[in-house]
């Protein structure tokens, strides 16, 4: 006997993803899945961009990584309650995971929740946790042939952050070359430059941030 | 290697058909979108390795999507390669993706099991 399904391998997950976005906009809370290779910059840039933000909006992090809790504690500002996940092996993280570390926030007293996942260009993009967008980090350092190699995690990036320019004249890194490839693959994207460890050049990503979160109060 | 929780998955998915449909799986046919991320061989080696250790005894066939989109531009359907949302004839930007992004189990074959 033949049975024909449709039926999604990954719809457990999705389905708490589903779950975990309604209680997202329930409460107006914008949330972005950030997304790079080990050593991109994502606990430095977040550093300073909760620096920037703690001032005016409640910010709440979910750190995934396999094993250690260094990240939670550096980003653990007062003002700001950070949660680590350790993943024990996997190389992502799991709508179910980001439901259990939820128990620790109290959504109606945040504006901005943000998932640092396990640091992986790969694996992370295939599993969607309820979030408003995914945020991509691809540092000078990896090399500009990185979008190509990996096009899967920038094809589905609604914006990318190009982390330590001021390295360029150091490396062999076409800004040119990285942004073509990014934009051939996903021409749609938004693309900013920056230096995690200079606070000042965030300012454009969090103007664009700040539009995000006004957009999602809006919509409660 | 995501494969390996995207295999635990699929023996799941398989359960809950073989309890909804009252059958006892011999062999799966699985659909895996262009676009969905997953690696077939990586898949189906994770998947063999489960199936040894729970002493399952089923065969799966793997069905590779590539990426359609529409474009409104060309007024048709395109097949989109080397993963990019731009359309090879007229490069427009705005597509509709309508196929390619797919991991589901398509077709479960097995004998009907009573109760």
């Keep these: 006997m033949k049975v024909k399904v449709v039926y999604p391998i990954l719809k457990g997950n999705d389905e708490i993803a589903k779950q975990l976005k309604e209680r997202f906009d329930e409460h107006g809370v914008l949330v972005f899945n950030l997304i790079s290779s080990p050593g991109a910059g994502k606990t430095t840039f977040l550093e300073n961009l909760i620096k920037n933000l703690s001032r005016f909006y409640r910010i709440g992090v979910i750190v995934g990584d396999i094993e250690d809790t260094v990240d939670a504690e550096r980003l653990s500002k007062p003002g700001v309650l950070s949660v680590q996940l350790n993943t024990k092996g996997a190389c992502h993280l799991d709508a179910g995971m980001i439901r259990e570390g939820l128990s620790f926030f109290d959504l109606s007293k945040l504006d901005v929740l943000i998932i640092e996942n396990v640091g992986n260009l790969v694996c992370p993009s295939d599993f969607y946790l309820g979030e408003d967008f995914k945020l991509v980090i691809l540092s000078v350092t990896e090399g500009d042939d990185k979008p190509k190699k990996y096009p899967g995690t920038f094809f589905k990036a609604d914006c990318v952050l190009i982390n330590k320019t001021d390295l360029i004249p150091y490396t062999n890194f076409s800004l040119e070359k990285a942004k073509n490839d990014i934009l051939s693959i996903n021409p749609k994207v938004r693309i900013f430059e920056i230096q995690a460890t200079k606070e000042e050049t965030l300012f454009d990503f969090v103007r664009f941030l700040e539009e995000k979160i006004r957009w999602k109060k809006k919509k409660v | ?115």
């Design chain 2, 1 to 115: 290697m995501h494969e390996a929780s995207v295999a635990l998955s699929t023996i799941e998915a398989v359960k809950d058909i073989e309890k909804r449909e009252k059958i006892k799986a011999s062999r799966v046919i699985v659909e895996v979108g262009e676009g969905s991320g997953v690696n077939i061989d990586a898949l189906s080696f994770c998947l063999s390795s489960i199936i040894k250790e729970e002493g399952l005894n089923i065969s799966f066939e793997f069905v590779k999507k590539d990426i359609t989109a529409f474009c409104s531009e060309c007024n048709k359907e395109i097949t989109l390669t080397n993963l990019s949302y731009i359309c090879p004839v007229c490069k427009n930007i705005s597509l509709n993706i309508t196929e390619g992004m797919e991991l589901n189990i398509k077709e479960i074959e097995g004998e009907s099991v009573e109760g």
